[in-house]
């Protein structure tokens, strides 16, 4: 792989992790009821739910799965079934939040199980790997160490905008005071996990 080709691919990729996705929505919401500790495991969590689905792509199954309709179907509605009741839980949580104690009484060990499946379960992420990868990969070279390279810039530029989606959402959440807003943001995040589950269900294969 060219160093032309790989700075097309991170162009790619960043303007893609850029575009809001369940991965974002994820943690933000964590990050403005958990801060950054909470924000830190979530996002771990979705860059080894992502690791999984590269992975899983090197060795083939991104292929089945983009042939698959039955494959693609199962994972498909499952995560939109996950999402959607993600977004029952948050738009029901209560609305006076206390921002310092709620992340001791939420282990982040259970953020980070949360984000692995919020990534784990969106088929889209998967076929759009299989996708991807073959347009940036030289046939005749060693196949692994260029999926590598593409595996690795990848969870690197998502860690990077997970950040910053974290950043924003933790001085979001320095602005809200009462708990008619915390009630209302609850809201908002769960609409948009709702909207996200909606969208995942109603994805079909290219």
């Known amino acids: 792989m060219s160093v032309e080709w790989w700075l097309t691919y991170l162009l790619t990729t960043i303007i893609l992790s850029l575009s809001p996705g369940s991965g974002a929505i994820n943690t933000m919401t964590t990050a403005i009821s958990h801060g950054y500790r909470g924000a830190a495991a ?9 690791a999984i689905h590269i992975v899983l792509v090197g060795i083939g199954l991104g292929a089945l799965f983009s042939r698959s309709l039955l494959a693609f179907e199962i994972l498909k509605w499952a995560g939109a079934a996950y999402l959607i009741w993600l977004g029952i839980q948050q738009w029901r949580a209560a609305g006076a939040i206390d921002l310092n ?13 949360r984000a692995i499946f919020v990534n784990l379960t ?5 076929v759009f790997l299989a996708a ?7 046939p005749h070279q060693p196949q692994a160490a260029q999926y590598l390279v593409l595996g690795v810039t990848t969870v690197v530029v998502d860690i990077i905008v997970m950040i910053g989606y974290a950043t924003l959402a933790t001085r979001i959440a320095g602005w809200i005071k009462g708990p008619r807003q915390m009630k209302a943001l609850n809201r908002v995040f769960g609409s948009l996990f ?12 290219a």
Do not use: C, E, H, Y
């Open 132 to 138: 991807l990868f073959p347009q940036f990969i030289a």
């Open 42 to 50: 979530s996002i771990a969590g979705l860059q080894t739910g992502l």
């Open 194 to 205: 709702m909207l996200v589950g909606a969208l995942l269900a109603g994805a079909r294969q």
């Open 122 to 126: 969106n088929p889209k992420s998967i």
């Open 101 to 113: 104690t709620l992340a001791v009484s939420q282990p982040r060990s259970r953020l980070f199980r």
